[in-house]
C-alpha cells in the first residue's frame, strides 16, 4: 500500500501563489504516475496535473495550464506550484498515485481558497 500526505494549502488572495506538496510512504517503488486532483463543492473531482515516475512527461487540465506546475524531486515527493491564483482555483485539493499493477490511492486533501 502506499500513504499519501498533502500539505501546503491554505488561504490567498487572487494573482497570489500556493506550493502545495504530496509525501508518499508504503510501498512507493510502485508508483506509476502522480497527480494532483481538485474538487470544489457541489463539482466533481478534476484532474489538475500529473506527472509520470521518471518525471518526463506532465499533463495539465486546460483551465491551469501555464499557472500551474507540476514536479517531482523524487517518486515520493512531488509538488505542485500554483500562480496567478484565481476565484475558481478554490477547492480541496488531493494527491493521487496509480500503481504499476493499477491500484490507485489518494490523500486526504488539503483545502486552497482564493479569495479577497
Known amino acids: 500500500q502506499v500513504q499519501l500526505v498533502e500539505s501546503g494549502g491554505g488561504s490567498v488572495q487572487p494573482g497570489g501563489s500556493l506550493s502545495l506538496s504530496c509525501v508518499a510512504s508504503g510501498s512507493t517503488f510502485s508508483i506509476n504516475t502522480t497527480a494532483w486532483y481538485r474538487q470544489a463543492p457541489e463539482k466533481e473531482r478534476e484532474l489538475v496535473a500529473s506527472?509520470?515516475?521518471?518525471?518526463?512527461?506532465t499533463n495539465y487540465a486546460d483551465s491551469v495550464k501555464g499557472r500551474f506546475t507540476i514536479s517531482r524531486e523524487s517518486a515520493k515527493n512531488v509538488y505542485l506550484q500554483m500562480n496567478n491564483l484565481k476565484p475558481e482555483d478554490t477547492a480541496v485539493y488531493y494527491c493521487n498515485v496509480g500503481t504499476y499493477d493499477s491500484l490507485t490511492y489518494w490523500g486526504q486533501g488539503t483545502q486552497v481558497t482564493v479569495s479577497s
Open positions: 506527472i509520470t515516475r521518471n518525471g518526463r512527461s
